[in-house]
């Protein structure tokens, strides 16, 4: 709370310039809602595929595997209007952060690989949705659900 609303200038100054920076040390990938993202396996269907695709704000499909694991990303304008998807249409992926991994850290890992989201994975894994540049300043904000709720979902996946 004192980083996200100090009580006066004093506290504000105090805590520094950089507060927001210090919060995202302090706050998870579990602690915040991911971003939906819609995924699809080699094999399926290429027209339902690039259907649901477009349907999404994100602009890219997430190909997994059999297993939910990520493969790579197909821009939505790149999936074929008919025939199945193949593991070779996926370009290479944003960075993988777990559950516990912190929102200072997620930031970074996306900056370095010049990408708008990372793919959250759970411990075997599989792709469980996306923190996005967006969802992280959301987190920022105050009255912010990761602010009201610290506790919440302190159990690691």
Not at 28 to 53: H, K
Request: no cysteine; hydrophobic share 45%.
């Amino acid at each position: 709370e004192i980083l996200s609303e100090p009580a006066s200038d004093f506290v504000a100054r105090f805590v520094g310039a950089d507060r927001g920076l210090k919060r995202l040390s302090l706050t998870r990938v579990r602690d915040i809602a991911l971003t939906p993202v819609v995924m699809a396996r080699p094999g399926d269907d290429a027209a339902e595929a690039r259907a649901r695709a477009r349907a999404d704000p994100f602009e890219y499909l997430l190909l997994v595997d059999t297993e939910g694991a990520p493969i790579g990303w197909v821009d939505q304008d790149n999936v074929p209007i008919q025939g199945r998807l193949t593991e070779g249409m996926a370009e290479p992926m944003s960075p993988m952060l777990e559950p516990r991994t912190t929102l200072k850290d997620a930031l970074s890992m996306m900056l370095d690989a010049d990408v708008v989201a990372g793919i959250v994975v759970d411990h075997r894994g599989r792709a469980q949705g996306l923190v996005t540049i967006e969802a992280l300043a959301a987190a920022l904000r105050p009255g912010s659900p990761s602010e009201r709720s610290p506790a919440a979902g302190s159990a690691d996946a």
